[in-house]
């Protein structure tokens, strides 16, 4: 069992950044995979990156080259670096964890989650 806290979000405006970090009880962090989904009103939720146990990263293609995933296993915690943000990422950002340090582009993999940031984006 592992519990989620995001943090970081709040109102930036257009081409400016933001660091959302998670921060996750328990003794086993380092062994589960990581994720980082988005959901706007109206709208899906939606991957938009993840990160394995050995810190191998994938992005969705609307965030490739702006955003940056990482994780820091001593302090169980892992980060969304946004850079260039737009009106469009828009969201609430959530974290997930996959149990057997599994990773993938769909929430189905993952079983655990935190309650969300909002992060907005001004023109």
């Known amino acids: 069992q592992v519990q989620l806290v995001e943090s970081g979000g709040g109102l930036v405006q257009a081409g400016e950044s933001l660091r959302l970090s998670c921060a996750a009880s328990?003794?086993?962090?380092?062994?589960?995979?990581m994720g980082w989904f988005r959901q706007a009103p109206g709208k899906e939720r939606e991957f938009v990156g993840s990160?394995?146990?050995?810190?191998?990263?994938a992005y969705a293609d609307s965030v490739k080259g702006r955003f940056t995933i990482s994780r820091d296993n001593d302090k169980n915690t892992v980060y969304l670096q946004m850079n260039s943000l737009k009106p469009e990422d828009t969201a609430v950002y959530y974290c997930?964890?996959?149990?057997?340090?599994?990773?993938?582009?769909?929430?189905?993999?993952?079983?655990?989650w935190g309650q969300g940031t909002q992060v907005t984006v001004s023109s």
């Open positions: 997930a964890a996959a149990r057997a340090g599994y990773t993938s582009n769909s929430h189905i993999t993952y079983s655990y």
């Open positions: 990160i394995t146990t050995g810190s191998g990263t």
């Open positions: 328990g003794r086993t962090f380092s062994s589960y995979g």
